[in-house]
Each structure stands twice: as C-alpha cells, then as structure tokens.
C-alpha cells in the first residue's frame, strides 16, 4: 500500500526501559512513516517523562491500564519485565488493540494459554517479538533450509552462553519480576530461532538441570557493572535435551557467566543432505563422495532485525494478515523453557501435555 494511502496506526508503549530507547524507537517505530506513538506507560514515571520528551509522545501514564482506556490507540507494543506481559497483553487484547510482546513472550504454559483465551476472544494480532527471524542473515538461511537443501533434520545444537553479560536490573535476576534466568532471557532466542528453522517439531520430553554457579559470587566481574548477589534468585546456566515427536532432538545451553572465549548465540542443525550454521549461514554437504563446505550469505539490504520485525507487524494489522510470530509457535518454546526448569527441580524427565490437540478444542 502507498503511503500516502496507509492507515496511521497509533501506537502505545508499555514498559520504557532500555530496549524500547535502544531498539524499539529509532529505529524500530519511527521507520514507519504512517505510526505515531501516541502514549507512553511506565511504572516509573520519570523513565517514561524522558522518553516522551525526547520523542514527542502526548499522552504519559504510569498504570497500562489506563493507556489501554485511550480509544485512539490502535497497538501497544510491551517491553515489561517479563512477569508482567500476561496482564499487560490480555488487557491489551480485551481493550480492543493489537498487541506486539518482547519476549519471552511469558514465562508459564499457563500464562501462554491463558493469552490464547483472550486472543479467541477477538480479531487482534498477538505477535511475539523474536527478533532474530527478522534479521539478514536468518531470513536467507530459512529461505535456504526451505528448499529442503538439508533433508531431514534429526538434531539440533542450540546455545546462548555468554562469559561475563549478565543483565544487572531486577527485572532480568528477580525471580519476581522475570520468571527465569538466562534460559527465559536469552536461550529463547536461539531456541524460537532453531524451531523456526526446523518448522517447529513438536517437543513430547523435555529434561535438563539449571544451576547457579558464579552469580551468588564475586569471582567473575560483570560487563554491564555489579548486580544485587541477595535479590538474584534465577540459574546462570541451564541446560536441556529435548525430544521431537519426529525423532529429532535437541540439546540447549543458556548462561549468563561461565568461563568461555566470548558470547555465543548460534545453533547448528544436522540434517541428513546437509548441516547449518545459524547464524554464520555456514552449511557442509556431500555430493558424490566429494566433501563440500559452503556459505549462505545475508540478505541485503534489510533494516535491523528489530526494525523489520516492527514493520511486519504494522503490515499485518494494516493488511489483516496472521501474526508474524503466532501465540502457536510461542507456546513450543516456552513449554520447553518452562519443562527445563521443572524437570531441575524435580530430577526427571518431563512428558510435555500435547498442546496442538489442546488448541484444537
Ligand atoms: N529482544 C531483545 O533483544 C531484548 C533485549 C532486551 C530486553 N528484552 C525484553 O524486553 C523486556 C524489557 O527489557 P528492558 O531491557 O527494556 O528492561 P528495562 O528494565 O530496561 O525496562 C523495563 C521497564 O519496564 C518498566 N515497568 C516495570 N513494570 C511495569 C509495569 N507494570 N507497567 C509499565 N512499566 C513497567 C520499568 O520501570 C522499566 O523502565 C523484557 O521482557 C526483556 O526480556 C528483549
């Protein structure tokens, strides 16, 4: 649709923290030029005061139900911690507005399931902000893995480990507020990524082992400063194995400090004709006994993934289209993070409740 012809959509924010100043706004929103961010909503009301002032947002409130009482907001987008997207995206949708989430979209199946109680209930798009399927690189190697260039895939690597970034507000290490450590915060990225990739299997036993080794110390400095040793109370590391109802599988790593070169998000899918690197798009094959290694390069010419991902969501309200990152797929991913969890706490392996049968009721 020409510009010129495109619905202002008028946005409200949720939540003002760093990843709506550091990623969600310019860019992000503001390359649309058919949005105005209309409100802002912070619990902290100087967070949310600096942001409209710097962006020239009308409307400033500290409780998100009240931004949801503005009619003239068509979509909020929430950038929370983590335990309150469940009453911010289902008051969100009973409001009337379509709502784009930062992920981890929640932090239960339950809380999942009870979104999608509230998205039956109306015609709003519920999108997960995975940004990652956005970028360059990841939408060339989902167009190359599509073409069935790989054959079969019957096991994935999937890590998010990093050295020394653990995130220090108590929004990432209040089990409170965040629901989770670096499983919830970044093992969703390079998992909702390796489903993608692999077309979402469907995840039937789960088992994994979470611990916390350096967080409660000193030994390890962090990268982005000190952070409260007495309020945390999530893992620095997890781990898990999952099975598909396929026969694939999968083995997952996420921590926040553990002694490693350098911070790693990637995963590596074995398929039978061939394997891939996400992201590097790195692939090796075989072609009549010959040995061959080879690269699939980026997409060019896009916008940061942030801000593609953005854009899709705009075009799916403006054009009425299904969600770009569907409540269906998000339920896999969480149901496997929450799995990893429960099957730590309780030493054994968790038979995953069949969802799809579930959501067809
Ligand atoms: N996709 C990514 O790359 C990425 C990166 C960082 C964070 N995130 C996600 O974004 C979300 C926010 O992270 P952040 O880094 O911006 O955190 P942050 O701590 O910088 O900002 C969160 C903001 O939410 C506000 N807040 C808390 N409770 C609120 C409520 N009830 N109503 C309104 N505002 C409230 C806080 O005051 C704070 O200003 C988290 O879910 C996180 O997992 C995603």
């Not at 896999?332 to 959501?359: C, F, G, R, T, Y």
Request: hydrophobic share 40%; aromatic share 6%.
């Amino acid at each position: 649709m020409p510009s010129s012809m495109a619905q202002t959509l008028k946005v409200g924010l949720i939540g003002a923290g760093g990843i709506v100043r550091g990623a969600h706004l310019n860019p992000g929103w503001l390359a649309d030029p058919d949005v105005e961010i209309l409100a802002v909503c912070d619990v902290n009301e100087k967070v949310a005061q600096k942001l409209a002032e710097d962006f020239k947002i009308k409307h400033i409130f500290t409780d998100f139900c009240e931004l949801l009482k503005l009619k003239e907001i068509d979509a909020v987008d929430i950038c929370t911690p983590n335990k309150v997207h469940t009453p911010a995206v289902i008051g969100a949708l009973e409001a009337g507005k379509h709502v784009l989430c930062e992920k981890p979209l929640a932090v239960t199946v339950q809380e999942i399931l009870s979104m999608r109680e509230a998205l039956r209930k109306t015609d709003r798009i519920l999108m997960t902000a995975q940004h990652h399927r956005f970028s360059e690189a990841s939408v060339a190697i989902k167009a190359w893995v599509d073409t069935g260039a790989m054959g079969e895939v019957y096991h994935a690597r999937v890590n998010a480990t990093r050295r020394n970034w653990l995130p220090t507000s108590a929004g990432f290490i209040d089990p409170n507020l965040s629901g989770g450590g670096p499983c919830m915060d970044i093992g969703v990225h390079a998992l909702d990524t390796a489903l993608w990739l692999m077309d979402f299997p469907k995840p039937v036993r789960v088992s994994g082992r979470a611990h916390t080794n350096f967080a409660k110390g000193f030994d390890i400095p962090g990268g982005w400063g000190e952070w409260d040793r007495v309020l945390f109370g999530v893992e620095d590391f997890a781990s898990g194995y999952i099975h598909f109802s396929n026969g694939s599988t999968m083995v997952l790593e996420a921590s926040w400090l553990q002694h490693q070169e350098k911070e790693e998000l990637n995963a590596t899918l074995q398929g039978k004709k061939a394997s891939m690197r996400w992201p590097t798009g790195h692939f090796h094959t075989v072609t009549n006994r010959t040995l061959i290694d080879g690269m699939v390069l980026p997409h060019a010419g896009r916008k940061p993934a942030h801000t593609e991902e953005i854009l899709a969501f705009a075009r799916a309200i403006r054009e009425k289209t299904p969600s770009p990152v569907p409540i269906e797929q998000t339920i896999h991913v969480i149901a496997i993070l929450e799995a990893i969890m429960k099957s730590s706490q309780l030493n054994q392996e968790i038979v995953m409740p069949d969802w799809d049968a579930d959501s067809a009721k």
